[in-house]
């Protein structure tokens, strides 16, 4: 009775996919979204443009968390994908496409697999070792020569050059890479948020420059001192309209102007209280993350103090840390409050644009990047750019250790995959055999992106490793393998060690998939006051 009639668990709404249907199914999605990708790899890869459905801006782009991020994806394997690269970007700020596409690759040697009556598990286990071969073999292939600070930096702009290569700043990377350098070194191991990048349209790619101190996109009030020095800064998140009330839907019904004029003169009243009392804290530059209306702004103009009014969040935020200051929002207790500093504030032109610059701040190695460019699109792109070589310089300090790119570090770790695989029995050998492959698939991707003939080039970088050749590399510039040493194309070892990590657990996951469930919605009740 209980066969003809099965117990039903789900909704009705519910979708489920399960065994083979489900794999496949989880297998296509993650391919795809590694596809859409793998053409952006590598200094020769594809721009994407991403128009927004609405009347947003459009984006042009190759960087692989932009571009994923800004895509509506429905196939839960997917979303791991999106997800792995958004941690690849938290984590490292470079590497995006990279562990995408190796997790692709991953993914469609397990299709593969399975289709050879290769368990899941089998598949899995195999992949365990193959990535703790690799692991051990990039290891083994770094360099550290933080101790010869000379050489280091070299290291440095290796890096950032390599990182800017595969970017829109391709064509001025050894200038960018030099001013990455110069201001992740000013910072001696601080934090990022200590770069300010301002983006001011004009002129071109190379009229940018680093600034010391911290350049604020505003500009002063009119009739306030446009030059503080030894400024004591007060930064402020308050209103700084009149005090009506704030009460949604609320209103004051008056008999007569007399008394509308009262309210008035309570309401002034009540915000030249407000002022005294920051007056008290003997400030002479006072920024407002909000609003400063007219009676305020004449009020700290009359006694010396310059206003400057709705400062982004992201702006007042790292102006406190530049400054030591701390950001107020009530002006009671003035003695428990800790101003900003610095020597000089002043107003200057970027362009035709007016800011005004901190110099001399309590944080002395705190720095601005200013980019210019012809239009807003490269800017934005040059920003994307400039913050990956930041991030990945500001962990090369931390982890100082380096490896080689042009898919020298992926022959190196899939000729130790091989080799573990040889003297590893049953099926996991196999496993073990399809992570390598996927592994070389990064300089094949890289060559058909340049142009190159991928075979060739990469069976000839294979025989080179093969040889003892421990730094051969592609070099995408002339079409043939050279030696990266030499060529000075070089990575990050944590940016390289959190891809393959990254993409072996997300490809490890989705194998290990056997059914999909698709909740159903939840159904709207219907609103009894709207009969």
Not at 81 to 93: H, R
Not at 140 to 153: K, M, Q
Not at 307 to 333: M, P, Q, Y
Not at 356 to 366: H, K, N, Q
């Amino acid at each position: 009775m209980s066969a003809r009639n099965p117990t039903q668990v789900l909704a009705d709404d519910t979708k489920e996919e399960k065994g083979s249907n489900a794999r496949l199914s989880a297998f296509l999605g993650a391919i795809a979204i590694s596809d859409l990708v793998k053409t952006t790899l590598g200094p020769q890869g594809m721009d994407k443009i991403l128009q927004p459905a609405g009347t947003g801006p459009v984006q042009i782009t190759n960087d692989g968390a932009t571009i994923l991020k800004s895509i509506q994806v429905d196939n839960p394997a997917a979303k791991i994908l999106v997800d792995i690269s958004k941690t690849q970007d938290d984590e490292v700020g470079d590497g995006t496409t990279s562990v995408c596409v190796l997790a692709g690759e991953l993914l469609r040697e397990a299709e593969k697999l399975v289709a050879q009556k290769i368990h899941p598990q089998i598949i899995v286990q195999g992949w365990r070792l193959a990535l703790e071969a690799a692991r051990n073999a990039l290891t083994a292939a770094t360099l550290d020569r933080s101790a010869d600070p000379e050489v280091f930096r070299q290291d440095l702009l290796n890096i950032a050059k390599t990182t800017l290569s595969s970017k829109l700043l391709n064509q001025d990377k050894e200038f960018f890479a030099r001013l990455a350098v110069d201001a992740v070194m000013r910072l001696k191991g601080g934090a990022l948020d200590l770069i300010q990048i301002i983006k001011k349209p004009g002129g071109t790619l190379r009229d940018s420059e680093l600034a010391p101190g911290f350049i604020l996109d505003k500009k002063f009030g009119v009739g306030q001192p446009k030059r503080i020095e030894n400024a004591r800064v007060l930064i402020a998140n308050t209103q700084m309209d009149n005090d009506k009330i704030k009460i949604f839907g609320a209103s004051v019904q008056t008999s007569n102007m007399t008394v509308t004029s009262e309210v008035e003169k309570a309401e002034r009243d009540r915000m030249m209280a407000k002022c005294e009392k920051i007056l008290a804290y003997q400030p002479n530059v006072f920024i407002n993350r909000q609003l400063i209306y007219n009676l305020p702004e004449q009020f700290f103009a009359d006694h010396g103090v310059a206003a400057i009014e709705h400062a982004d969040f992201d702006g007042i935020e790292r102006l406190s840390k530049v400054l030591r200051g701390d950001i107020i929002s009530t002006f009671d207790n003035p003695g428990s409050a800790v101003l900003g500093t610095c020597e000089l504030v002043d107003e200057i032109m970027i362009g035709e644009d007016k800011v005004i610059r901190f110099s001399g701040v309590a944080a002395g190695e705190a720095c601005t990047i200013v980019l210019r460019g012809s239009s807003s699109h490269i800017l934005e792109e040059a920003d994307r750019s400039l913050h990956d070589a930041l991030c990945v310089l500001s962990e090369t300090l931390k982890e100082t250790r380096i490896v080689f790119g042009g898919g020298c570090s992926e022959m190196l770790m899939a000729q130790a995959v091989e080799q573990a695989a040889a003297t590893t029995p049953g099926k996991k050998a196999i496993a073990m055999q399809s992570f390598a492959h996927a592994l070389r698939q990064i300089p094949n991707i890289i060559c058909d992106n340049a142009g190159f003939d991928a075979a060739e080039l990469c069976s000839m970088l294979r025989a080179e490793h093969a040889n003892g050749s421990r730094f051969a590399g592609i070099d995408v510039r002339t079409g043939i393998t050279g030696n990266m040493m030499e060529l000075g194309i070089t990575e990050s070892f944590k940016v390289k060690q959190q891809v393959l990590l990254s993409a072996a657990e997300a490809a490890e996951m989705i194998v290990r998939v056997d059914e999909i469930i698709q909740m159903a919605p939840r159904q709207r009740q219907a609103d009894p006051r709207m009969g």
